[in-house]
């Protein structure tokens, strides 16, 4: 490991360990991320020993988004290192987060679009958002998200140059999965990672074909996460309208 990214992660894990709110790790963090992304020495390192080891590679989890490398992650699950590489002119889907997150611009700039969710979440799938703001973050800049509906944003490379982001984020509040949200549709919809989603499909169609809760009810005998669950609660009621 490089010695700059070591130094930055025993920093942080030092302010992770204090157990802080996140305003007050946000606060104190950004320094620390601003220092690491001050060079891009450790970085080139990180690379090079993945392209020429491989075994990084075959470590890496699927996820939701296919642009992400985990850098790394402590031990305590209080906080991760991920590097986002942006595609010339590649944008993401509106979303919110599980967890405060540090962001950096770290190659070249990075558009961000913040927004606030004007409904207040009593009906399923619907929302309603109101664009906060909307910038180009110049390399070196750094900005920050809240969990869930605080740190609804949307980031992109409007350039025709590939842009790296540096993301740190803290302790997960909501595991599982994250929401997406179509602003002209006025819709949200959870998103599970891969593993997670092939499941969550396999639930739903059953539901859907009918005649499937007693099978559900037996597959909730396992040991599921209570998002997951949720999803086998909504199947049955589903599958139960489609008895003729």
Not at 56 to 81: A, M
Not at 109 to 127: C, S
Not at 149 to 178: C, D, F, K, P, W
Not at 191 to 205: A, C
Request: one cysteine or more; hydrophobic letters at 35%; a neutral charge.
């Amino acid at each position: 490991m490089h010695k700059e990214f070591e130094t930055f992660y025993h920093r942080f894990q030092e302010l992770t360990e204090k157990n802080e709110v996140s305003s007050v790790s946000l606060a104190k963090g950004i320094p620390i991320v601003q220092e690491l992304i001050s060079s891009d020495l450790w970085f080139r390192d990180f690379i090079k020993e993945a392209l020429i080891e491989r075994s990084w590679l075959k470590q890496q989890q699927s996820t939701l988004w296919p642009n992400e490398l985990t850098i790394y992650r402590s031990p305590d699950h209080s906080f991760l290192v991920r590097a986002y590489i942006w595609e010339p002119f590649s944008m993401d889907t509106i979303h919110d987060h599980g967890s405060w997150g540090i962001i950096a611009s770290f190659i070249n700039g990075i558009k961000e679009i913040k927004y606030r969710r004007r409904d207040d979440g009593a009906v399923a799938g619907y929302a309603e958002l109101e664009e906060t703001v909307a910038k180009v973050l110049k390399q070196g800049e750094i900005t920050c998200v809240l969990p869930l509906n605080a740190g609804i944003h949307q980031m992109g490379n409007m350039s025709e140059e590939i842009a790296v982001t540096i993301n740190v984020y803290g302790r997960t509040m909501r595991r599982g999965y994250l929401q997406f949200f179509d602003r002209e549709r006025r819709t949200v919809k959870r998103v599970y990672p891969p593993r997670t989603y092939k499941e969550v499909l396999m639930v739903r169609t059953f539901g859907a074909m009918g005649s499937g809760e007693d099978i559900l009810k037996g597959a909730l005998v396992n040991p599921l996460p209570d998002y997951v669950k949720e999803e086998y609660e909504t199947a049955i009621t589903v599958s139960k309208r489609r008895v003729p």
